[in-house]
């Protein structure tokens, strides 16, 4: 066994071969999850987005609802994503994905539905539309997939963008008094009696993927249990946005959004 | 003595570079290569001895680059090596 | 369904139920309302779903989940609730959503929108424009077979008037013909079998081995789709005793039932005047047309706007006919009821100066 774990010199530096693992190894965790239907996307090194992605569609597999699953995917970095996807999707206009969802859910109840969209997106853009969806009680799940920034577009200030935040348009820094404030998109949600179970959670540490992976689940459960809307805020990674190097982006993340958009779960109704 | 009970293959022609793995992997196995760069130019991981089989490589990984393993015994792989 | 007196509102909700629909999606608004009040009660007794959306956006948003969901789905509004959807119609079209959208609109200034369409990019939608209860009965089950047969949206141009008459009518569900099965809709079944399904604006395959979405085909594509719908389409046209007239008299919608009236009167008093209706503002019937004035000289246009169906009679006929508007804005004092100029004495009298002046130019 040990000669499968051959060394070799690369760079000088003297490391195992990585082609292939013993025979008698045992998986425990593998290239893609199922949903995914190729490994090669095109977000940027660093991205948070399919990090989340992939945590959502691996939840979905676990709790069996594969063959029940439609998600509405919105406009913005993560949309070409949903080309990667063996999941059905329906790809709603930016901002409109929670309508859309709504309309899918109310015919086809048993379905687990879903949307996929960036703060740019349902924070902007869409801001009234979760916020009814939410209200209304819909049983579908929300993932706002949240790194303060219009990423496909070049890195420009969202409504949750940070104080402080440099962005395209806000090059000194987000300054409350003349850039505005930032909203608390979960916290907002939180307050509607319609929504069920609102959490925000990260991708940017291999703990925080497990944490993140726990509230993915909750929230899921709460639309297969028929509790009401539940919504998932993950805040992601968004170096090129963030005009950072990738390496230092998950400190960012802690040190500057998570700091406004606090992780943890906002609201279960069942807790 | 380090003992290296967990395995990863690596798809390097996956990799875009980002370094996320490297700060993620808690016993600190993973290395970035320097001047090799995998068909689209970017350095991807290599893997030192330590391994411990943990999964936080392949789960902050945004481009599914990692396959994770436990071995079946653990190895003591710096012994290997000096011999 | 035995006939009974209902308003136009009424029937149109009736219709679109026995048409199948199952989810509609509506915000209040004059002249609109009644027909989601008559939804919301209708649908829930036939196991579908109304939804008082809080915003028209949301509300095609909802028929645009409904109907990627495979179910036969409906929204409307009046004009300016379709201006706000605009964005959602271009989008659906590319999308090859089947898609019934009612404009209940206040007099006839909607026509470009509805026919040009006020969204973006190269769409297009078939309009349908009733004149009476009886024929927006067949038109709005008709609306869901295009919508159905060609996966496009469809728009219902109906108007205060319909909605506020009250006629005896009669709903019995019609058969259009055969449609092909709606394999491509979402119900998650086939996520997870390397063959998940996808509705989308922006592509109709999973790219298993390229990057993202190749808009330059897609787009190419769906322009082939439209090409093959805008000829596929029948026109339809009403007419009445255009084969020998001096001058048609064109009109389109609730009005028209007054221009109607008007020429059966002028020919009863022996004038050489025919009545020519579009019922599909688009395709717009344009052969008909060129073949109702073949024998004619003079094209009369009366609409309750500024001048927009006498755009597509212009291009219809090409110089070959001398064409004048005898229409405009004629409002209530809500500024946008019962026109004042539905009078068939008043559009009698109209037309008949026109037929007088056009006599003393030939």
């Known amino acids: 066994m040990s000669e499968i774990l051959r060394q070799t010199r690369i760079d000088g530096k003297l490391v195992l071969r990585t082609e292939t693992a013993p025979a008698d190894a045992r998986l425990v965790d593998d290239f893609t999850p199922r949903l995914i239907d190729v490994g090669a996307h095109h977000l940027c090194p660093g991205c948070g987005e399919p990090i989340a992605m992939r945590s959502v569609l691996e939840i979905i597999d676990e709790l069996g609802a594969t063959d029940r699953a439609i998600g509405v995917f919105g406009i913005g970095c993560y949309t070409a994503f949903s080309n990667n996807l063996d999941c059905e999707v329906a790809q709603a206009l930016h901002g409109r994905a929670p309508p859309v969802a709504t309309g899918i859910k109310r015919v086809h109840p048993n379905a687990v539905v879903f949307t996929i969209q960036g703060d740019g997106d349902m924070a902007n853009e869409g801001l009234q539309e979760v916020l009814h969806t939410a209200a209304r009680g819909e049983r579908v799940t929300c993932v706002m997939l949240n790194n303060g920034v219009f990423g496909e577009t070049g890195g420009h200030i969202t409504a949750t963008t940070v104080i402080g935040q440099r962005t395209k348009n806000t090059l000194d820094g987000r300054d409350g008094r003349k850039d505005g404030y930032p909203i608390r998109v979960s916290d907002l949600i939180a307050q509607l009696d319609g929504a069920s179970f609102v959490a925000r959670c990260t991708v940017n540490t291999a703990g925080n993927v497990a944490n993140a992976r726990r509230m993915i689940q909750r929230a899921f459960q709460h639309q297969i249990d028929d509790i009401g809307f539940s919504f998932v805020e993950i805040l992601t990674m968004c170096p090129t946005g963030w005009f950072i190097d990738t390496a230092e982006a998950p400190g960012y993340l802690t040190e500057h959004l998570a700091a406004t958009h606090q992780l943890g779960v906002v609201k279960d109704t069942r807790a | ?83 | 369904m035995k006939a009974r007196l209902m308003e136009g509102s009424e029937a149109i909700a009736e219709a679109m139920v026995a048409a199948g629909c199952r989810f509609f999606a509506g915000y209040p608004m004059t002249p609109f309302t009644e027909v989601l009040e008559h939804m919301a009660r209708l649908l829930p007794a036939v196991g579908g779903t109304c939804i008082n959306a809080e915003s028209e956006l949301e509300a095609i948003g909802m028929a645009w989940g409904a109907a990627a969901a495979g179910v036969r789905a409906a929204t409307g509004s009046t004009g300016q609730g379709l201006s706000l959807m605009q964005e959602s119609i271009a989008e659906a079209s590319t999308a090859g959503l089947p898609l019934v959208i009612l404009n209940m609109a206040r007099a006839q200034g909607d026509y470009f929108q509805a026919t040009r369409g006020g969204g973006h990019g190269d769409y297009r939608t078939p309009v349908l424009a009733p004149i009476d209860l009886p024929e927006a009965v067949r038109l709005a089950q008709l609306a869901f077979h295009l919508a159905d047969t060609w996966r496009n949206p469809v728009v219902f141009f109906g108007d205060y008037y319909l909605a506020h008459t009250y006629q005896s009518v009669g709903v019995t569900p019609l058969d259009f013909g055969p449609l092909p099965q709606k394999n491509w809709a979402l119900d998650g079944s086939t996520s997870g079998t390397g063959r998940a399904r996808l509705v989308s604006p922006l592509g109709d395959l999973k790219q298993r081995d390229g990057v993202g979405f190749d808009l330059a085909d897609f787009y190419l594509r769906q322009a082939d789709k439209l090409t093959t719908m805008i000829d596929g389409v029948q026109p339809l046209a009403e007419t009445s005793g255009c084969e020998d007239a001096e001058v048609i008299v064109t009109a389109f919608g609730s009005p028209a039932k007054y221009i109607r009236a008007a020429v059966d009167a002028l020919r009863a008093d022996g004038r050489s005047v025919g009545y020519f209706r579009p019922i599909t503002l688009f395709p717009f019937p344009a052969a008909a047309l060129r073949q109702a004035t073949a024998s004619a000289g003079h094209v009369l246009v009366y609409e309750n706007n500024l001048g927009q169906m006498i755009d597509d009679v212009r291009l219809a006929l090409l110089g070959s006919a001398d064409i004048r508007f005898i229409g405009g804005l004629s409002l209530d004092s809500s500024g946008f009821g019962i026109a004042p100029d539905l009078d068939v004495a008043l559009l009698t009298e109209r037309i008949r100066r026109s037929l007088d002046s056009a006599a003393r130019a030939r």
């Open chain 2, 1 to 83: 003595m380090t003992l290296t009970r967990g395995h990863v293959v690596i798809d390097v022609e996956a990799c875009k570079g980002c370094d996320l793995c490297i700060d993620a992997c808690p016993p600190g196995v993973l290395v970035m290569t320097e001047h090799t760069l995998n068909q689209r130019g970017y350095r991807y991981p290599l893997l030192l001895p330590g391994c411990t089989g943990c999964k936080a490589c392949s789960q902050i990984c945004p481009d599914f680059v990692f396959q994770v393993f436990k071995l079946a015994e653990p190895i003591d792989l710096q012994a290997q090596e000096e011999r």
